[in-house]
């Protein structure tokens, strides 16, 4: 079982490792991290780097197609490299999936249209003006798409996929091996129940404040 996951400069990282995480203990799974070119890519805080062991060409027909989203999704929305070869790679793939905003690209490249997906919180609006149809769920399943909402839940969606692809045992026997038990200290991870003015200085300092990608 053939996986690939896009890299590009500014990619979020858990977008791309939390994935990788669940769907690489799938039996017969192989992760290849894809880029333009086969190098390294820095991720949004510039700090870490993933190393893309192959190019887009070099794995054009995969299983299962993953892209990441983060700041640099913005630099890949004009039709180009990517999008032929996400184009291409969908249209053999078992499943395509996104985490956060890395369905705006997929939807860029006109495989979302009139598809029920979901995107970041703040980048719904964006998702519906390309033709999705945009719902700020966590996880969202029509056919074989998938995608998640901002960075955390595309590690729900793995697991929901892996239980698709494997049977809920193996599922849940991945889910416990990572031991994800999410508990976390505030009820602040969505804007439904984070304190108002939290809400307001996230959109402030976010990317979305200045551009809608």
């Not at 969908?90 to 690209?105: E, F, K, N, R, Y």
């Not at 049977?167 to 200290?185: C, N, S």
Request: glycine share 8%.
């Amino acid at each position: 079982m053939d996986i690939a996951i896009l890299i590009y400069d500014r990619f979020t990282a858990l977008d791309a490792v939390g994935p990788y995480e669940v769907l690489s203990r799938l039996p017969g799974a192989k992760v290849t991290f894809v880029a333009e070119r086969a190098e390294p890519k820095r991720t949004d805080t510039a700090q870490l780097a993933l190393l893309a062991d192959a190019t887009i060409d070099e794995l054009t027909h995969p299983d299962i197609l993953l892209v990441p989203g983060g700041p640099g999704q913005a630099a890949l929305m004009d039709d180009g490299p990517v999008h032929r070869w996400l184009r291409t790679a969908d249209q053999t793939s078992t499943w395509t999936a996104s985490v956060c905003t890395g369905s705006l690209i997929l939807a860029a490249a006109g495989l979302l249209t009139g598809r029920r997906a979901t995107s970041n919180w703040q980048a719904i609006d964006e998702l519906r003006a390309l033709g999705a149809d945009a719902t700020p769920e966590r996880v969202v399943f029509d056919g074989k798409l998938a995608t998640s909402a901002g960075v955390t839940a595309g590690i729900d969606m793995a697991l929901e996929l892996a239980a698709k692809i494997a049977g809920l045992q193996v599922a849940q026997a991945i889910q416990l091996g990572l031991e994800y038990d999410p508990q976390p200290p505030f009820d602040s991870g969505s804007p439904r129940t984070a304190p108002a003015e939290i809400v307001e200085a996230v959109r402030a300092y976010s990317r979305f404040a200045e551009q809608p990608a």
